[in-house]
C-alpha cells in the first residue's frame, strides 16, 4: 500500500507521538509498503522536501515545547499529495497538518485513518494563562466539540488506549473505535545493547554516584507532567537520607520554574536537569537507571512508561488508567499517590534484595512483550486495509436540509444519490454533518429508520388536525404501518416526551367539552373509555369537578326537551324523559333529582285535551280496517299504552261519535 503519515511533530522532535510514528514507519517500510511522512518545519515560506518527507512551513511555539503551528491551507501542496498516489492517509493529529490531511482527503478522495494520540482537555492550561475556570470550561468544550467534528469525518479511528477509547465516546463520537497500543521496537530497548562503559558514562553525566539508586524521568518538561509532584516527594527521601538521585532527561516551558522549585526545596544535590537528548541515545539512558518516575495522569497511552519497562526499569507512577496492564503492584513497579507516599516506596524498593530486584527487571521486560512493533504494524495495516475496502462502499453526506421535525439528507456515492428522511435525535447522535463518510449497513440503518420517521411525521399531521389519545395514534400506527412493535412504542413516547400527547390533558378538555354539550358522566366516560382512556383517569378528572354540575345539565337538557314531547300523557312524558336522560348519559339519582324539581302542573292541566287527540289519531288509524266495538277498543288499548289513565279514557271515549255496528 502507499500511505501518507500527516503529523505536526516528527524527528528529529522527541516525545511519544514521534515515537510511535516512527515505529510505524520503520515496519511498513519493513513490510514493503511506500510510506510517505507530511509534518512541519519552522519556518514561514519554503515548502521542505527530504526524500519521502514533505515539510509544511510553520510558526515554532516556544511556550508549547517548540510545537510548529501551521496553516491547514496548502493547495499547492495537494499537486505533492496527488502525485504520491496515496490509498490511505493517516492523520496523527487534529489541527495545522490534521486538518490539512482531512482536506487532501476529501479533496483527493482517500480513505482518512485518525489516531488520537493527546488528550487536549489536559492541555487547556496553555491558553488559560490566568486560570480562569471560566476560559478552561469554554476550552474544554471547544476541544470536545473538535475531537468529535475529526472523529466523525475519519474512514476509522484508532485510540492507543480503552482510556482514549472511552474518552471520545464520552465526546459523543459514534464512529468505530480501534483500541491499538502504539508498538515498539523493543529491541531497540534491550538493556544488553548498552555496555558498561556507556552506562557509567551516562551515569557521571547525570551527577549520579555508583553507590546511589539512580531514578529518571524521560518527556517532555510541561505543566501537564507533574514533575512537581515528584521533586517534592525528594523532600522526604532527603529527610530520611536516602542514597538516592533523581535525573530529568528532555526539555519543555516548565524547566525554568522547576528548576527554581528545586533550589527552593535545597535539592540540587539530588535532582539533575540533564536537557534534551538525541532520539538514537535515550535507550542508554534508561539502561544506566535503575527505576523510573512519572506522575502524569495525561498519558493516552504511555510510551515513555513502556520504553521504561521494556528497558528492565521498574516503573513508579500514579494510578492511572492507562497503566492498569503496564505497572504491578510490587511486580513491575510501584503506584503512589502523595509525594510522601513516593519516597516511602522509593525505600520499600532499596530494602529488597538483588535477587527480588531481578525479578521486578525481568517481569517488567516481560510485561511489555504485546506491545511488539511488528505486532502494532499488523494491526494498523488491517485498519487501512478495513479503511480502503470501506471507503470504496461508503457515500457522502453531501446536503442537509431542515424539514419539520426531521432532517433531509443527500447522501452520493460515485454511482449513486440518496435521499432519507433521519430524525432530529438521529441526526446529532449519530454525528452525522456534511462530509461525513457513511457506510453500506450505516445507511442501510437510516433507510430502515426512516419508515418511522415518515410515520412519526404522520402521526404530527394527525394531532395537528385534532388531539388524539395515546391509544388513537398506537392503533392508527398498527394498522397502518409495517413498523415493529418496538418502533410503535418509541414513536408513542416520544410523543409523550415532547408533550403532543397526553391522555390526562385530553381528558379533561373532553370532560369540558362534552359537558358544554350537556353529556352526563357515564355517557362521557363511555366515550372515553372507546378512546383507551383509563377508568381511574376518567373518574379523578370528574372528581375534580363540580358535584352539582351533573344535576345542573341535567336540569337544563330535561327543562329543554319537555316541551318537545307533545301529546302524551304526563307519566308518558315523565318515562320518555327519563329514558332520554340515561340515554344521554345522567345517573338514575341524578334523573330523579331532576323529575322532582320539574313542574308538570301544564302538562296535567292539558292533559285530557292531548287525550282526545291520542284518541281522534287512533280512530282516524284503525277505522278503515275495523268498526264498532272492535274499533273503540283499539283506540282504548292505543289510548292506555300511551299511559292516560283508564277513567279519563273512558270519558273521552264518550264524548267521541262511534258508526256503531
Known amino acids: 500500500m502507499r500511505i501518507g503519515l500527516f503529523t505536526d511533530t516528527y524527528l528529529p522532535d522527541v516525545n511519544g507521538v514521534v515515537s510511535s510514528i516512527v515505529t510505524l514507519q520503520q515496519e511498513l517500510e519493513k513490510n514493503g509498503h511506500a510510506v510517505y511522512v507530511i509534518t512541519t518545519h519552522p519556518g514561514l515560506l519554503q515548502v521542505q522536501r527530504e526524500g519521502n518527507v514533505l515539510r509544511l512551513p510553520g510558526v515554532e511555539l516556544k511556550s508549547l515545547y517548540g510545537y510548529v503551528l501551521t496553516s491547514p491551507i496548502h493547495f499547492a501542496v495537494l499537486k505533492d499529495i496527488r502525485e504520491m498516489e496515496l490509498d490511505v492517509i493517516h492523520a496523527h493529529t487534529e489541527f495545522g497538518v490534521g486538518i490539512f490531511a482531512r482536506i487532501a482527503a476529501k479533496m483527493l478522495q482517500i480513505p482518512i485513518v485518525s489516531t488520537y494520540h493527546t488528550t487536549y482537555e489536559d492541555y487547556t492550561h496553555y491558553v488559560n494563562?490566568?486560570?480562569?475556570?471560566?476560559?478552561?470550561?469554554?476550552a474544554k468544550k471547544a476541544v470536545s466539540s473538535l475531537s468529535k467534528l475529526y472523529g466523525?469525518?475519519?474512514?476509522?479511528?484508532?485510540?492507543?488506549?480503552?482510556?482514549?477509547?472511552?474518552?471520545?465516546?464520552?465526546?459523543?463520537?459514534?464512529?468505530r473505535i480501534h483500541v491499538i497500543p502504539t508498538g515498539l521496537d523493543l529491541q531497540r530497548f534491550d538493556a544488553h545493547r548498552t555496555d558498561s562503559e556507556t552506562r557509567k558514562q551516562r551515569r557521571q553525566e547525570l551527577m549520579a554516584s555508583p553507590d546511589e539508586l539512580l531514578i529518571i524521568f524521560v518527556g517532555r518538561i510541561a505543566k501537564e507532567k507533574s514533575i512537581d509532584f515528584v521533586i517534592d516527594g525528594f523532600t522526604y527521601l532527603k529527610e530520611a537520607h536516602v542514597p538516592v538521585h533523581f535525573a530529568i532527561i528532555g526539555g519543555g516551558p516548565e524547566q525554568e520554574a522547576l528548576e527554581d522549585h528545586v533550589r527552593e526545596l535545597g535539592l540540587e544535590s539530588m535532582i539533575t536537569f540533564a536537557g534534551k537528548k538525541p532520539a538514537d541515545q535515550i535507550p542508554s539512558y534508561y539502561h544506566c537507571a535503575d527505576a523510573f518516575v512519572s506522575a502524569s495522569l495525561t498519558e493516552t497511552q504511555g510510551m515513555t512508561y513502556i520504553e521504561a519497562l521494556a528497558s528492565e526499569l521498574p516503573v513508579f507512577a500514579r494510578p492511572d488508567e492507562v497503566?492498569?496492564?503496564?505497572?504491578?503492584?510490587?511486580?513491575?513497579?510501584?503506584?503512589?499517590?502523595?509525594?510522601?507516599?513516593?519516597?516511602?516506596?522509593?525505600q520499600l524498593f532499596l530494602a529488597l534484595s538483588e535477587e527480588e530486584r531481578a525479578a521486578m527487571k525481568?517481569?517488567?521486560?516481560?510485561?511489555?512483550?504485546?506491545?511488539?512493533?511488528?505486532?502494532?504494524?499488523?494491526?494498523?495495516?488491517?485498519?487501512?486495509?478495513?479503511?480502503?475496502?470501506?471507503?470504496r462502499e461508503m457515500y457522502r453526506l453531501e446536503s442537509i436540509r431542515p424539514k419539520d421535525d426531521c432532517v433531509e439528507l443527500k447522501v452520493c456515492s460515485p454511482n449513486d444519490e440518496i435521499r432519507i428522511l433521519v430524525s432530529l435525535e438521529t441526526y446529532f447522535n449519530k454525528g452525522l454533518r456534511k462530509d461525513v463518510l457513511i457506510s453500506s449497513d450505516e445507511l442501510d440503518e437510516l433507510i430502515s429508520e426512516e419508515e418511522a420517521v415518515k410515520a412519526y411525521q404522520s402521526c404530527l399531521k394527525r394531532i395537528a388536525a385534532k388531539d388524539r389519545t395515546r391509544k388513537e395514534i398506537y392503533d392508527w400506527l398498527t394498522q397502518n404501518t409495517q413498523l415493529e412493535i418496538k418502533q410503535i412504542n418509541e414513536i408513542v413516547e416520544k410523543l409523550e416526551d415532547r408533550d403532543l400527547i397526553?391522555?390526562?390533558?385530553?381528558?379533561?378538555?373532553?370532560?369540558?367539552?362534552?359537558?358544554?354539550?350537556?353529556?352526563g358522566k357515564n355517557k362521557i366516560s363511555r366515550t372515553l373509555r372507546k378512546k383507551g382512556i383509563p377508568y381511574e383517569m376518567i373518574e379523578s378528572v370528574f372528581a375534580e369537578e363540580d358535584e352539582q354540575s351533573e344535576f345542573r345539565n341535567a336540569l337544563k337538557w330535561a327543562q329543554k326537551l319537555q316541551p318537545t314531547i307533545k301529546e302524551k300523557s304526563v307519566r308518558m312524558k315523565k318515562n320518555m324523559m327519563k329514558s332520554k336522560l340515561i340515554a344521554q348519559g345522567f345517573g338514575v339519582d341524578v334523573i330523579n333529582e331532576v323529575m322532582d324539581n320539574l313542574s308538570f302542573v301544564e302538562d296535567e292541566r292539558a292533559e285530557l285535551e292531548s287525550l282526545r287527540k291520542t284518541a281522534a289519531k287512533a280512530q282516524k288509524r284503525y277505522q278503515s280496517?275495523?268498526?264498532?266495538?272492535?274499533?273503540?277498543?283499539?283506540?282504548?288499548?292505543?289510548?292506555?299504552?300511551?299511559?292516560f289513565a283508564v277513567e279519563d279514557i273512558y270519558l273521552i271515549l264518550s264524548e267521541m261519535e262511534w258508526d256503531d255496528e
Do not use: H
Request: hydrophobic share 35%; glycine share 4%.
Open 625 to 643: 280496517k275495523y268498526s264498532g266495538t272492535k274499533l273503540r277498543n283499539y283506540v282504548f288499548r292505543y289510548c292506555s299504552a300511551q299511559g
Open 152 to 175: 466523525e469525518t475519519s474512514t476509522e479511528l484508532i485510540a492507543p488506549s480503552q482510556k482514549t477509547k472511552e474518552m471520545l465516546q464520552r465526546y459523543g463520537i459514534k464512529k
Open 362 to 391: 525481568t517481569a517488567a521486560k516481560r510485561q511489555v512483550e504485546v506491545y511488539d512493533s511488528r505486532i502494532f504494524y499488523q494491526k494498523v495495516l488491517a485498519v487501512y486495509e478495513s479503511a480502503a475496502n470501506e471507503y
Open 323 to 346: 497503566l492498569e496492564d503496564l505497572v504491578l503492584e510490587g511486580e513491575t513497579g510501584f503506584l503512589f499517590k502523595k509525594p510522601q507516599q513516593f519516597a516511602e516506596k522509593v
Open 502 to 519: 397526553n391522555d390526562l390533558r385530553y381528558t379533561k378538555n373532553q370532560v369540558y367539552n362534552l359537558k358544554l354539550m350537556m353529556q
Open 129 to 138: 494563562v490566568f486560570n480562569l475556570e471560566s476560559v478552561d470550561k469554554v
